[in-house]
């Protein structure tokens, strides 16, 4: 620890990727990527997007886009935002939305005990105080839990890790009980293509609705670093606000351009989104017919537990296999493991694993 750290540095606790190896190949089923390539028409349209124009800075609004996104959804360009990934739009919401300390008394924000652990850092990072909410036996989300004094709430949809979904009509009704405490309702819909209802065609009927998307996972793009928001106007400018506070050119000119050449694509993300989902059916089914715990998901990953052998060496005995997923050694769920789907050809060599180790 340095001396030259404030408190903030010194205190908080950061966020921990998924492993990125560089030296050995494995599967790699940990990081929640999509298997398959980006859109033709994404690489086409960066490759056109490489001329002079690089000299320039990019649009601090990413008009382009957010016209497009626009048509998507079936929204106004005005109630779009897009962001270096949907991990930094949530950076700013936090900033935006929920408030800090301040040394006054300041209600909690709720977000679930087991849930995507960049929250709690957010929290931490923007002072803002936080109360979890544990799950459901069964590691759903029961949105009623959420119907209390506080200071705003966010949790995907579907959780994650768990990859269980949230009855869209309880998403509703919660944010009908925070409207009336003037409170903002974050639902970070990062997954929400491989299987879950989307909350976007209710911002408009309800103001404190925010819906945070990202590239990374439904159209195969994580490694251009590109998210979005869509919600009301007002909560879009808080966005703005944040970001032309710390960054007025989040978005690069290329990663603008092969963002709304995906966004238009919808035929051919639908198409492998849909492959997904299949093989995750599939290897859910078989998992379960060798005796493993699989819990139900709507995402491109699922929550699983190995019979007769712990989370953590399970995860052990699967990477020396030269396969790698995600463990996380928190209470409840450190006997599960984060699995991603792959491609049919690495979840074959997947699941001839798991019965070899569960044999021995």
């Known amino acids: 620890m340095s001396k030259y750290w404030n408190n903030r540095v ?10 990125q190896p560089r030296n050995k190949k494995f599967i790699k089923l940990n990081t929640n990527e999509n298997p398959y390539p980006p859109s033709p028409k994404v690489i086409e349209a960066i490759k056109n997007a490489v001329n002079a124009d690089l000299k320039l800075y990019p649009d601090p609004a990413s008009t382009l886009f957010r016209e497009a996104a626009a048509v998507r959804y079936g929204v106004n ?20 939305f929920f408030e800090d300390s301040g040394g006054a008394q300041t209600d909690a924000i709720l977000f679930p005990d087991i849930t995507y652990s960049f929250y709690p850092v957010y929290a931490d990072l923007w002072s803002i105080p936080y109360r979890t909410i544990p799950l459901c036996n069964d590691f759903s989300i029961n949105c009623d839990d959420y119907k209390t004094r506080c200071g705003g709430v966010i949790f995907p949809n579907p959780n994650a890790p768990t990859g269980i979904p ?15 405490q003037s409170k903002v309702l974050i639902v970070d819909e990062a997954y929400c293509a491989f299987g879950a209802q989307s909350a976007v065609p209710y911002i ?15 159209m195969s793009l994580a490694g251009l670093r590109f998210g979005f928001a869509i919600g009301s106007k007002a909560l879009i400018e808080g966005l703005y606000r944040i970001k ?31 492959k997904v989902m299949e093989t995750r059916e599939q290897v859910a089914e078989e998992l379960r017919a060798i005796g493993f715990n699989v819990m139900p998901s709507a995402a491109n990953f699922i929550l699983i537990q190995a019979p007769c052998i712990s ?5 052990s005995a699967l990477r020396e296999r030269g396969i790698l997923v995600r463990h996380f050694n928190k209470e409840r769920i450190s006997d599960f493991l ?4 792959g491609t049919d050809e690495e979840m074959d060599v997947f699941l001839c694993v798991c019965k070899e180790i569960i044999k021995n």
């Open 244 to 274: 032309d506070s710390f960054n007025s050119y989040p978005v690069d000119r290329l990663a603008l351009f092969g963002a709304t050449a995906a966004i238009t694509d919808a035929a051919y993300y639908d198409d492998i989104n849909r």
């Open 338 to 341: 984060r699995v991603t789907i």
């Open 10 to 19: 010194k205190n908080i606790i950061p966020y921990t990727p998924g492993e």
């Open 311 to 315: 989370g953590a060496d399970f995860f």
């Open 204 to 218: 408009d009927k309800h103001k404190n609705l925010l819906t945070v998307h990202t590239m990374s996972k439904q």
């Open 77 to 96: 360009p005005e109630q779009v935002f897009a962001g270096n990934g949907s991990d930094e739009i949530l950076a700013f919401a936090f900033g935006a």
């Open 166 to 180: 949230i009855p869209l009509g309880d998403i509703i009704s919660l944010a009908e009980h925070l409207e009336e």
